[in-house]
Structure formats: C-alpha cells, structure tokens
Nanobody, 122 residues
Framework: QVQLVESGGGLVQAGDSLRLSCTAS????????MGWFRQGSGKEREFVSA????????YYADSVKGRFTISRDNAKNTVYLQMNSLKPEDTAVYYC???????????????WGQGTQVTVSS
C-alpha cells in the first residue's frame, strides 16, 4: 500500500510559477513510476506528466511541454512538478499517482493522492 500526499498548490497569476510536491509513505516508492494528472471543473481527469522509477524517462502532455518539469527524489519519497509560465487554462486539481509502468493512462496507476488545487488568474 502506498499513500500519497500532494502539496504546493495555490492561487497565482498568469505567468507565475508553482512547484507541486507529492510525498509517498512506505519503503517501495523507488519501485513505482509516478504520474501527475489534473482535473478542471466539469472536465475529465487528464494526463500531465509521468516519470519512471529512476527519473531517466519522462513524458509530458503537449499542453504543458516546455513549461512543466517532473522530477523525483527517491531518498525523500517525493515527486515534484515544477510549473512555469502558468496559464489560466492550467487551473485544476492536480493529482499524483503511483503505478508499475510509466504511462499516460489513468488506469495504469494504482494509488492516488487527494489532490491539490491550482488556480491561475488572468
């Protein structure tokens, strides 16, 4: 069992930056691929970014490529999402998730956090 807790969300203006963190419980964090997803109001939960167990493989949604960076620190059981040049359309609840394979698909992830709200004003 893995428990995930996100933090770092907030209210920012367009063009600002935020760094989200997701800290996992347990001693098996390094064996999991990690993903970030987001869900805007009235929208489907969508893929944002993913990273494999050792941080050497990363994926991004086209909408965030070049602006967001995913990274992980296995010694701290934490995955990060650095978000730069934020846009109002990035407003959503952001969720981290842990899974066996590095994937863009929600169903590949077994464990989910509760989410953290990111609001970007124009």
């Amino acid at each position: 069992q893995v428990q995930l807790v996100e933090s770092g969300g907030g209210l920012v203006q367009a063009g600002d930056s935020l760094r989200l963190s997701c800290t996992a419980s347990g001693r098996t964090f390094s064996s999991y691929a990690m993903g970030w997803f987001r869900q805007g109001s009235g929208k489907e939960r969508e893929f944002v970014s993913a990273i494999n167990w050792n941080g050497k493989t990363t994926y991004y949604a086209d909408s965030v490529k070049g602006r967001f960076t995913i990274s992980r620190d296995n010694a701290k059981n934490t995955v990060y999402l650095q978000m730069n040049s934020l846009k109002p359309e990035d407003t959503a609840v952001y969720y981290c998730a842990a899974g066996v394979g590095t994937s863009r698909e929600r169903y590949e992830y077994r464990f989910w956090g509760q989410g953290t709200q990111v609001t970007v004003s124009s």
